[in-house]
C-alpha cells in the first residue's frame, strides 16, 4: 500500500520586509517541534538567509514585480506552489494577492488557514477620539494561530513576545569597546524620528571611545546622508549600499546593540537576537509588531495622548506637528543606551 503522503505547510507572507521577516522565529521553532512536517515559507527572495538552518524549512521566492505579477502571474506562482506538492496552506498575509491564491488552493481542496488581523481592536487603539490603549495580540501570535488550525499543537510561542531568552545574553559590561548598529530610517513618516537629532546622536556616540558605531540604511537619497556621517565623525562606519542583505545581516549579528525606528531593522536584529532600543513615533509598541524578545523598556517613545494614530504609521499627522517624534529628545534616546550598557535596562 502506498505510504501516507508526507505533510507539507506553505505559510504564505509578501508584504512588508519586517513583518515576513517575524515569522522567521516562529516557523523555527515549529519545524524543531514537528521534523516529520516540511515548511515552505513563500515571500520575498531578500528575506531567505533569515530562513535558513532547518532541514525541514525550505524557502520559495516571489517575483511579484514579474513573472508572478497581476492575475496571471498569480495563476503561475499557485501552479509553481501546486508543483511542491503542498498538503496545507497558511495565510499569515490575508491581503488580497492571498485572497486570490486560497481561492485557487480552495479549488484544489487544499485546507487552509489564514491570519485574523484583529482590525476592530486596532482601530480602537489608533481612533482619535475614545482611544482604547491596550495591549494587544502580537502579530508573531496571529501568524502561530493560522498554524494551530491546521492541526499543529499550540506551543503559545507567540505569547512569549518579551521572553528575555530569544534575546542573547548582553556582552558584559566591562568591555573595551562595543558595536552599536544604528538604523536612522524607516518606510514611512510617521516613524521616523528627526534626521538632525539622530545625527547628534551619533556624533555624541562617536565621542566615547568605547562605541564604533555601523550605519544601515538604503536608497541614494539615505547612503548619502550616512556616508556624510561616516566622513564626518570617527569610529563611525556606514554599510549602506556597500554590501548584500545577507552580508547586512552578519553584521547585524555582530553589534551589541542595534538602535532603530520601528522598522524592519528592528525585525531584523530581533530575529538575530541582538538587542534594539527603538524609537517609536506614530506607532505603538501595543499594536503587536514590536519585536520579538525585545523588552519594553528598550523602547523610546513620548507619551502624548494622541498616539497611536496609526497602526504603520502611513497617516498624515492630524496635528501637523508630528508631537509624537518631536518630544523624543537626543538625551532621552542617549540616555537609554548608556543605561542598557550600565547594566540598568
Known sequence: MPGKTPEHILVLRFSALGDAAMASTLLKVYARANPNVKFTMVSSPMLEPLFEGEGNLSYFSTDLKGRHNGLKGLYKLFKELMGLKPTKVADINSVLRTFILRAFFTAKLIPLAYMRKGRKEKRELTRKEGKVLRQLIPTVRRYELALVKLGLKDLKFGLQSENPELIRPKRGYDKESYVIGVAPFATHKGKIWSIERMEELVSRLSQDKRFRILLFGGGKKEIAILKGWEQKYSGVKSLAGTCSFREELNAIGETDLMVCMDSANMHFASCLKVPVISIW????????????????????????????????????????????????TTDMAEQKILNFFSGQL
Open 281 to 328: 513615533g506614530a506607532t505603538h509598541i501595543y499594536a503587536g509588531f514590536y519585536g520579538l524578545g525585545q523588552s519594553s523598556s528598550m523602547a523610546v517613545q513620548s507619551d502624548i495622548e494622541c498616539r497611536p494614530c496609526s497602526i504603520f504609521g502611513k497617516k498624515e499627522c492630524f496635528r501637523g506637528d508630528y508631537a509624537c517624534l518631536d518630544q523624543i
